[in-house]
């Protein structure tokens, strides 16, 4: 009989949920906003090794990244399949974009302006490249309002920025770190940003997950290894031309 007694606790145990966390004292709209001035330019560099998965419509596809980025618009991806196979390498300086294509024999390399139509043909993230990298850099954007309130949803501080037809949740935990933030448009969700594992010691999110709900896109970054606001060498964010592969113009 004890077995089943024990059992039966274990399984009532399991139905108790944990009471959401109790807000002894609430931040004003002003402090908040404060917080996230300071913040947005707490991290203006990264040099990381990352398991990126993109989801689009039906479509799913995983690799392995190495990822340099610098604010407000430098940007570099070398992309490797799961058994280590360099597919693709992608550089931009905010003004020149080139690329280099490895899933043929020979390969292929791209040139041309680092314009958000250009980059988004290649990560498949249709998002200007400065608020990529500010919602990958722990910065998600914030929206210019007239009007803002806070309410408190399931444990979480919600700070809501009113602008007309545009509206902006962001989501604070009780260390008043930003969670999560989600973008609207006439009452349409059109952008969300979660971020998860956060380092003891950075205060860096290791988990980043980014979506799109017009295009059925959704980008998983998950850190494995990661170095913050080190000084990255300029000629990083550029590609010199392989031997004996033509150069395709990008318009």
Known sequence: MRWLVFLLLFVVSGCIRTAPPVWVEIPTVSQLLSRLATGANRYTSLDGAAAVSLTQADKYMSSQQFLLLQKPDRLRTDVLTGFGQLILQ????????????????????????????????????????DDFLSLLLYSPPIIAHYDSSIAIVDGLLQLTLHAGSREQQLFFNQQLQVVGSQYFSTGKKYLTVDYNKFSATSGFPHTIVIELPPEETMIKVKFTELVLNEKIETEKFHLSKPNNIKLEILL
């Open 90 to 129: 992608l550089t931009s300086d905010g003004e020149e974009l080139s690329v280099f294509l490895n899933t043929t024999v020979p390969g292929r390399f791209l040139r041309g302006p680092a314009s958000k139509e250009n980059i988004s043909r290649f990560i498949r993230v249709p998002l200007a490249v």
